[in-house]
């Protein structure tokens, strides 16, 4: 079982920024396409931004260059880094891990993390 734990959440004023961390306990970090997406109230989750083993990266188109995805395969680490944040940008953040090896496919979700972006 794979565990997904995602930090760096929180209130911060429109403008504002925060990094958001995902840790991956699995061994299978280094060949997982990692991802972020978020879900707004009532709204279905959607992607944000991804990065393929390789580091291969791909947004949102809403993104804009707002949003950054970096990763440290050393540390089974995957980050957002989220700038001129506004108030449609409040969702709760979710990371996803997925890969294909030998045993099949592999998708695993963290729990989320909630980003409120108000004044």
């Known amino acids: 079982q794979v565990q997904l734990v995602e930090s760096g959440g929180g209130l911060v004023q429109p403008g504002g920024s925060l990094r958001l961390s995902c840790t991956a306990s699995?061994?299978?970090?280094?060949?997982?396409?990692m991802g972020w997406y978020r879900q707004a109230p009532d709204k279905q989750r959607e992607l944000v931004a991804t990065?393929?083993?390789?580091?291969?990266?791909k947004y949102a188109d809403w993104v804009k260059g707002r949003f950054t995805i970096s990763r440290d395969n050393s540390k089974n680490t995957v980050y957002l880094q989220m700038t001129s944040l506004r108030p449609e940008d409040t969702a709760v953040y979710y990371c996803?891990?997925?890969?294909?090896?030998?045993?099949?496919?592999?998708?695993?979700w963290g729990q989320g993390t909630q980003v409120t972006v108000s004044s």
């Open positions: 996803n891990s997925r890969w294909t090896d030998v045993y099949g496919s592999n998708n695993y």
């Open positions: 699995a061994r299978a970090f280094k060949i997982s396409t």
């Open positions: 990065s393929t083993s390789d580091v291969n990266t």
